[in-house]
């Protein structure tokens, strides 16, 4: 008995160096040699600073910004330490109330925009409540009040769109999208 509780012991302190140690370290210089920015949490930077994550969503209610998919999160919008849904279904009331009031923001900020072509996911939280990015659509539908905020015309914000814009992930998943960050900054970059 002595005997098998010392080789247990054996293989718990072997495989607590190899599991808890070696291969976190080996796993470490791999991210930092070949994926530097990405295992370093992909940080945009602008003029030499940080200017947050692009895998992480931000706030923005500016007009003269475009505007984000909702955060379901708390206790405040983007929080990447809760990362959390809504959990509320199609036929919930207080989700209808929540679209609706964000179907109202969006119109109240530009009357020019008519309520029936609202994308969805201008109005509706993503899973994690974290989605840094918005289909070319939301964009789209979000230019003609950037471009009168800004000076710029349609036609500007809308190449700008497109130059930001990300394709398919390996071409086949996903829908093409806009970093709603990386847009923001490109258009702050404009003179």
Do not use: C
């Not at 370093?40 to 600073?49: K, L, Q």
């Not at 009031?101 to 925009?113: H, I, K």
């Not at 036609?155 to 990300?166: G, M």
Request: hydrophobic fraction near 40%; aromatic fraction near 8%.
């Amino acid at each position: 008995m002595g005997r098998q509780i010392r080789s247990g012991l054996v293989l718990l302190g072997l495989f607590t160096v190899i599991t808890g140690i070696v291969y976190p370290l080996v796993v470490t210089g791999i991210a930092q040699a070949f994926f530097h920015r990405q295992a370093n949490g992909s940080i945009i930077t602008a003029n030499g600073e940080s200017n947050g994550s692009e895998l992480i969503g931000q706030p923005f209610s500016a007009p003269k910004y475009f505007w984000g998919r909702p955060s379901a999160t708390s206790p405040f919008p983007y929080n990447a330490a809760s990362s959390a849904g809504s959990n509320y279904g199609p036929f919930n009331p207080a989700f209808r109330e929540a679209v609706q009031a964000r179907v109202e923001a969006l119109t109240g900020s530009d009357l020019d925009n008519d309520r029936a072509g609202v994308p969805v996911d201008l109005v509706t939280s993503s899973a994690s409540g974290l989605d840094p990015h918005i289909s070319i659509a939301a964009a789209r539908y979000q230019a003609p009040r950037v471009a009168r905020y800004r000076g710029l015309s349609v036609e500007q914000v809308n190449l700008l769109i497109d130059h930001i814009a990300e394709d398919r992930q390996f071409g086949i998943f996903g829908e093409p999208r806009v970093n709603v960050l990386q847009l923001n900054l490109a258009l702050d970059q404009l003179k």
